[in-house]
């Protein structure tokens, strides 16, 4: 039978392009809150017999788990041969280890939820800094999908004579990626994170790079002390202001009107929605899902 795709809110475009490139059909979730705040979830379409792909970025993942957990059970419950998660971006993979007495890895309880929830996961570029692989901590098939190759042709086309920049040494590998892609210079910055929102960048020096228009690259902006910073700094040392390019555009707070006085432009993949989304992640999935279905 036909795949049935669902989207939670905020997924619909992904999902609609997923239905159509897997020949399936593109259902709805109808969803409403009882007064006390209590979540009401219903499947529009059958899922007996098929196999059900959710499509549910996960940015902002509290309000959106609950309801996530309902439609997979509420699949299962109506007789689902496998329900399959698209995850743009995975949320709770910060805290990788213990860093106080008492901490919660929270990485490793929520990668159990959505084990025991689905028979496969997808997503793209997930924050791995002391896992070397999603199977450390996840139970099912859990396959990261990489937007580097996108990320380069997007910067072949918009930017001449790029130097990449990555913010510290956990970009090194990424940014390379990149730059291979766009055959363009990079360099590696170094970062030292004195709190959530505070960070201290150490720049080399730029002077045989005037030539060149700086691309800032990481894949998560989310406080942007970083790119903040080290746009600051590119600036001060006599280029142009960078060009910031990110994968997950999670922008807390005030974060992206900071960073646009820094930045010359930003642009972002839509595995986060938001109006920076320049460069569609769509293909990645398309080229994939077909394979775990």
Request: charged share 25%; with cysteine.
């Amino acid at each position: 039978m036909t795949p049935l795709v669902i989207p939670l809110t905020g997924s619909e475009r992904l999902a609609g392009k997923l239905a159509v490139a897997l020949n399936g059909e593109l259902g709805e979730l109808e969803t409403r809150r009882f007064p006390d705040e209590e979540v009401y979830l219903r499947l529009t379409a059958s899922p007996k017999g098929r196999s059900v792909v959710i499509v549910c970025t996960l940015d902002r993942p509290d309000s959106k788990v609950l309801p996530l957990l309902f439609a997979a059970g509420t699949a299962r419950d109506l007789g689902a041969t496998r329900v399959g998660l698209v995850a743009p971006y995975l949320a709770y993979m910060r805290q990788d280890k213990r860093f106080n007495d008492s901490e919660a890895v929270t990485s490793v309880h929520f990668a159990r939820l959505l084990s025991s929830a689905f028979d496969w996961l997808a997503t793209v570029d997930p924050h791995l800094h002391r896992y070397h692989d999603l199977s450390e901590i996840y139970r099912i098939p859990a396959v990261p999908l990489h937007a580097a190759p996108l990320l380069s042709d997007w910067i072949k086309a918009e930017v001449p004579h790029a130097l990449l920049i990555g913010p510290d040494a956990e970009s090194e590998q990424w940014v390379r990626a990149v730059a291979a892609g766009v055959d363009a210079p990079h360099i590696v910055l170094r970062k030292q994170r004195l709190g959530d929102r505070d960070v201290r960048v150490t720049m080399p020096d730029l002077a045989e790079w005037s030539g060149r228009t700086p691309v800032l690259m990481d894949d998560i902006v989310s406080s942007a002390r970083t790119m903040i910073e080290t746009a600051r700094q590119i600036a001060a040392a006599g280029l142009p202001r960078p060009i910031c390019v990110a994968v997950h555009a999670l922008f807390a707070e005030d974060s992206y009107r900071s960073l646009k006085t820094t930045a010359a432009r930003i642009a972002t993949t839509n595995t986060v929605p938001h109006e920076t989304n320049a460069i569609d992640i769509a293909p990645l999935f398309i080229n994939r899902i077909a394979d775990l279905l």
